[in-house]
């Protein structure tokens, strides 16, 4: 005689087999955790890029401006279709600023904060 239970703790192995691999997928195509942004003039930009994503939890929010590509923003910069200081002025002290406002911890909202060495 056969286990009533048998069939569905296939189906459950099965289903938490298949979550696990799609997280490892969705883990993977995430990007580093740290993100060196060219800074022009000013020093590049060490982006702690995990810390964002945890954050937000919502891609969109910056790469609706730009793609998910490593260089986007210097070339974006080059080619004329971002201004100098966009993504800082219009993304990241903007919301910083607001988080801050909202008496949520956020990140720096001045430029020599992350314009400086890794750390």
């Known amino acids: 005689m056969k286990n009533k239970w048998t069939p569905l703790l296939r189906v459950g192995g099965i289903l ?6 799609a ?14 942004i060219y800074g022009g003039k000013s020093r590049d930009v060490h982006f702690p890029h ?4 945890i954050a937000l939890d919502n891609c969109d929010i910056c ?17 004329g279709r971002l201004k100098k ?4 002025r219009e993304h990241c002290i ?3 600023r607001k988080l801050k406002s909202e008496g949520k911890k ?3 909202t001045s430029c020599a904060r992350c314009h400086r060495g890794p750390g």
């Open 23 to 36: 997280m490892g997928a969705a883990i993977e195509d995430r990007g580093a955790e740290i993100i060196l």
């Open 50 to 53: 995990y810390k964002h994503q």
């Open 94 to 96: 903007d919301c910083h």
């Open 85 to 88: 200081k966009q993504v800082m």
């Open 106 to 108: 956020t990140g720096p």
């Open 16 to 21: 938490i087999c298949i979550g696990t691999i």
């Open 63 to 79: 790469h609706n401006l730009f793609p998910k590509k490593t260089g986007s923003i210097k070339e974006l910069k080059d080619k």
